[in-house]
């Protein structure tokens, strides 16, 4: 077993695997500019949300000793690493890659430091700017003074930087101010209907020490209040009881599962094979989403999690013992779509969820290439056909 798909003791993640060969394209115009941004700017920047730090990004790991030397670089004029950044509009960028760099020269300039065991939690105090309020900045429990710490050659007194603060730096602190940092800007520029080249830059060009997968990658490109959304539903119960987990997954897989339930449920007249183009079209259309409907979206999970009361972990499984991203999905978008013909959809057995499972129409199209359009498709077939039989043996 790979480490793909051992990685999930509850979810069989092997379900949500893309085929390479479907999720390639031909070529990719992308437009790169260099620009040489000051720690003025960059902390503008910041504070106007013109940068947004990523969510799944957002956890700031560096000590004070490595801050500390970035710092000192800056101050002295020594070269530090260039950062990447992603337009996706005028004057409005995302961190691909150098969130911690930007965000100690952020913390410093604001003479705060983030408490190391404060750091998991400071997610929610980002506002929808990108940025953290004042504050919760000044408060005490989250963060501390920055003072410089920076070590000492052996036999030379103390580094003259150790214990400045921004505000003390003096004479130092217009060299600091007016340090510049190298930003490359990236956009795409085609294929225009998808953000495929941005997936590519998230995975190659990001160095955090842990490859993205497409649905971190979904949470820093099309962040919104539909997307926000999405962690409420992934926090209901009876959700949780059917992955037969209490706790969201770390790497977000469970919530990639829902994507892809909702997306199938806008329909499928635009798949072309790649699950991955297709559900990065449905997040980006969902940016523009109104409250109504996410309100609607909301609504309908609520319902199909009613239709599995008497369903329990274990219910979705096909041929392993885990849960079935294929079919769930295959069975939410057959119920919400046959409810809109008119159909009353009964409270679902368990017996009759699992025999969809083990249904040999349905089985065909779960095996390799499960993305392709022909599977997909035909995991929806067979999924209604049952559903069809259900309803007319209950009426």
Same mark, same amino acid.
């Given at each position: 077993?790979?480490?793909? &798909?051992?990685?999930?003791?509850? $979810?069989?993640?092997?379900?949500?695997?893309?085929?390479?060969?479907?999720?390639?394209?031909?070529?990719?115009?992308?437009?790169?500019?260099?620009?040489?941004?000051?720690?003025?700017?960059?902390?503008?920047?910041?504070?106007?949300?013109?940068?947004?730090?990523?969510? +799944?990004?957002?956890?700031?790991?560096?000590?004070?000793?490595?801050?500390?030397?970035?710092?000192?670089?800056?101050?002295?004029?020594?070269?530090?690493?260039?950062?990447? /950044?992603?337009?996706?509009?005028?004057?409005? +960028? /995302?961190?691909?890659?150098?969130?911690?760099?930007?965000?100690?020269?952020?913390?410093?300039?604001?003479?705060? +430091?983030?408490?190391?065991?404060?750091? @998991?939690?400071?997610?929610? =105090?980002?506002?929808?700017?990108?940025?953290?309020?004042?504050?919760?900045?000044?408060?005490?429990?989250?963060? &501390?003074?920055?003072?410089?710490? %920076?070590?000492? %050659?052996?036999?030379?007194?103390?580094?003259?930087?150790?214990?400045?603060?921004?505000?003390? %730096?003096?004479?130092?602190?217009?060299?600091?101010?007016?340090?510049?940092?190298?930003?490359?800007?990236?956009?795409?520029?085609?294929?225009?209907?998808?953000?495929?080249?941005?997936?590519?830059? =998230?995975?190659?060009?990001?160095?955090?020490?842990?490859?993205?997968?497409?649905?971190?990658?979904?949470?820093? %490109?099309?962040?919104?209040? =539909?997307?926000?959304?999405?962690?409420?539903?992934?926090?209901? &119960?009876?959700?949780?009881? /059917?992955?037969?987990?209490?706790?969201?997954?770390?790497?977000?897989?469970?919530?990639?599962?829902?994507? !892809?339930?909702?997306?199938?449920?806008?329909?499928?007249?635009?798949?072309?094979?790649?699950?991955?183009?297709?559900?990065?079209?449905?997040?980006?259309?969902?940016?523009?989403?109104?409250?109504?409907?996410?309100?609607?979206? @909301?609504?309908?999970?609520?319902?199909?999690?009613?239709?599995? !009361?008497?369903?329990?972990?274990?219910?979705?499984?096909?041929?392993?013992?885990?849960?079935?991203?294929?079919? +769930?999905?295959?069975?939410?978008?057959?119920?919400?779509?046959?409810?809109?013909?008119?159909?009353?959809?009964?409270?679902?057995?368990?017996?009759?969820?699992?025999?969809?499972?083990?249904?040999?129409?349905? @089985?065909?199209?779960?095996?390799?290439?499960?993305?392709?359009?022909?599977?997909?498709?035909?995991?929806?077939?067979?999924?209604?056909? $049952?559903?069809?039989?259900?309803?007319?043996?209950?009426?």
């Amino acid at each position: 077993m790979t480490e793909r &798909e051992s990685d999930h003791k509850y $979810l069989d993640t092997s379900e949500l695997v893309e085929d390479e060969a479907t999720a390639q394209i031909d070529e990719y115009e992308i437009v790169a500019s260099p620009n040489d941004f000051n720690t003025l700017t960059i902390n503008s920047f910041i504070e106007e949300g013109a940068i947004k730090i990523p969510p +799944f990004q957002r956890n700031y790991v560096w000590d004070r000793k490595r801050a500390s030397k970035l710092i000192e670089s800056l101050i002295l004029g020594l070269p530090v690493p260039q950062v990447f /950044l992603y337009e996706e509009g005028k004057n409005d +960028f /995302l961190v691909i890659d150098g969130q911690q760099r930007l965000m100690t020269v952020f913390f410093f300039a604001k003479g705060r +430091f983030p408490r190391k065991d404060k750091r @998991s939690i400071l997610r929610k =105090f980002f506002n929808s700017d990108g940025g953290i309020s004042e504050e919760i900045l000044a408060d005490d429990e989250y963060f &501390e003074t920055f003072k410089l710490s %920076l070590p000492s %050659l052996p036999g030379q007194k103390k580094n003259k930087f150790t214990g400045l603060t921004y505000k003390n %730096l003096d004479d130092y602190k217009r060299q600091f101010d007016l340090r510049t940092v190298r930003n490359i800007i990236v956009k795409q520029v085609s294929p225009a209907d998808d953000d495929s080249a941005m997936f590519e830059m =998230f995975n190659r060009l990001n160095t955090g020490g842990v490859n993205l997968n497409p649905q971190e990658i979904r949470a820093s %490109l099309y962040h919104s209040k =539909f997307f926000e959304s999405l962690f409420d539903l992934n926090q209901d &119960e009876k959700w949780r009881e /059917l992955l037969g987990s209490p706790d969201p997954d770390s790497r977000m897989k469970d919530m990639e599962v829902i994507l !892809r339930s909702l997306a199938l449920r806008e329909g499928t007249d635009g798949y072309a094979g790649s699950m991955t183009g297709f559900v990065n079209r449905f997040c980006k259309t969902s940016k523009a989403f109104s409250g109504d409907k996410i309100a609607q979206t @909301s609504a309908e999970w609520a319902w199909f999690m009613d239709l599995n !009361r008497d369903c329990t972990r274990g219910t979705y499984q096909t041929g392993s013992a885990r849960f079935s991203p294929l079919l +769930f999905e295959a069975i939410y978008v057959t119920s919400l779509e046959m409810r809109d013909e008119g159909h009353n959809i009964p409270i679902f057995d368990p017996s009759w969820v699992e025999g969809v499972g083990r249904n040999e129409k349905f @089985s065909k199209h779960t095996q390799e290439g499960s993305t392709k359009t022909v599977n997909v498709t035909g995991r929806l077939d067979a999924t209604r056909e $049952l559903m069809t039989k259900l309803i007319g043996e209950e009426s």
